[in-house]
């Protein structure tokens, strides 16, 4: 038992001083770290109680029991620093620290002024258990904002990037629900043994627990793309347009683009898709775009959504398939690869090609091309 928490515990630490040295992300990657290691410091108390050392085992419970309340908001941090939402300054994330503040400050005195009795030689009290339930209340809290700042992440990378295969939400979901999955057992198993009474197998499967989720987030974060900085220029560019939208400069407001000014510039971006193909650039985005049209990129914005109804994503891409087409019904050599086609007319990924290929023809691009030369 005592290995396999020093294992745990080892792993962890291991974890967390590789995430924290990378170079990948690594401001957003260090909440990340900090989660890994409270996690498994969180389990030290219960190896000091069971090797005899009470006070030594006092003394951390008394620190690390109302990190409950943290698991949640590192997770937000993590959550919001990767996704460049909101670069807070330290007084700001202090005040996300608040609710474990309180919580320490209550179980300092109540373990000063408690004479209630162990429970199997350890430091639980029913103050405990208000404790780690009102911490794991707050980190749920803290999740679910989580995931609300990823669902608007989604929605916005495809109104700027025309290519999002490498800060798409899937690689981050499967980064996020690891640990997350770990927080769940590791609760649960709290309260097993809370009312149950503490038990081997119990520690055993969450100690193994931990060890999987720190194997699975390392080699999750080997090769991480670097988004940070991009997505950090992507806000920036968003909130300034924001910024414009007031009614002493309704020239630039989005409020104020009225239908026949809409047309205009949709009449304008048609003409420069046919005769310019911007989309052939795999790189680009609606800044891009908007600086080679002289068009304020939220105006533009406003036109791709509202007049074709669709994000700037998939408005790129239609005609990045669109292209594509036209190059398997000219194609002069038909040994050629799709793909190799496919990176010509502005693809950078081969699944994004053939995702987004069969949305828009209902083929997939090789079904397709068979047709086509079956046809001819």
Not at 20 to 41: G, H, P, Y
Not at 282 to 301: A, C, F, G, T, V
Not at 368 to 375: A, D, F, M, S, T
Request: net charge positive.
């Amino acid at each position: 038992m005592h290995h396999t928490q020093v294992i745990s515990i080892s792993m962890a630490v291991l974890t967390g001083f590789v995430i924290t040295v990378s170079k990948q992300n690594r401001e957003a990657n260090a909440f990340l770290s900090w989660f890994i290691l409270i996690s498994a410091a969180s389990y030290l108390p219960f190896f000091f109680w069971n090797l005899g050392m009470w006070k030594i085992g006092d003394l951390f419970s008394i620190i690390l029991l109302p990190s409950n309340a943290l698991h949640g908001v590192f997770i937000y941090f993590y959550t919001i620093t990767l996704t460049g939402q909101k670069h807070n300054s330290l007084g700001s994330r202090m005040l996300h620290l608040s609710v474990y503040a309180v919580l320490l400050v209550f179980h300092i005195t109540s373990f000063i002024i408690d004479d209630s009795p162990r429970i199997y030689g350890q430091l639980l009290t029913k103050n405990t258990l208000y404790i780690v339930g009102i911490g794991m209340i707050n980190s749920l809290i803290y999740v679910c904002l989580a995931f609300i700042k990823m669902k608007k992440y989604s929605a916005d990378i495809r109104d700027y990037f025309s290519e999002i295969e490498k800060r798409d939400i899937n690689w981050f979901l499967r980064i996020l629900i690891t640990p997350l999955i770990f927080f769940a057992i590791s609760n649960a198993g709290f309260w097993y043994a809370f009312f149950k009474g503490p038990t081997p197998l119990v520690a055993i499967i969450i100690l193994t627990t931990l060890c999987v989720s720190m194997f699975i987030i390392l080699s999750l974060l080997i090769n991480q793309p670097l988004i940070v900085t991009q997505n950090r220029d992507m806000y920036s560019l968003i909130n300034s347009g924001l910024s414009n939208q007031t009614d002493e400069n309704p020239k630039y407001s989005r409020l104020n683009i009225d239908l026949p000014l809409q047309k205009l510039y949709a009449g304008r971006l048609e003409e420069y898709m046919e005769k310019e193909k911007p989309y052939l650039d795999e790189r680009l985005n609606i800044k891009d775009l908007s600086e080679q049209m002289k068009i304020p990129y939220y105006h533009l914005s406003v036109v791709i959504n509202n007049i074709y109804g669709k994000n700037f994503y998939n408005y790129i891409n239609y005609y990045r398939v669109s292209e594509v087409i036209k190059a398997l019904k000219n194609e002069i050599n038909p040994d050629v690869k799709l793909i190799d086609i496919a990176f010509r007319c502005g693809f950078n990924s081969k699944s994004t090609f053939n995702t987004v290929f069969k949305q828009q023809t209902g083929q997939t691009p090789t079904a397709y091309r068979k047709e086509l030369q079956r046809k001819g």
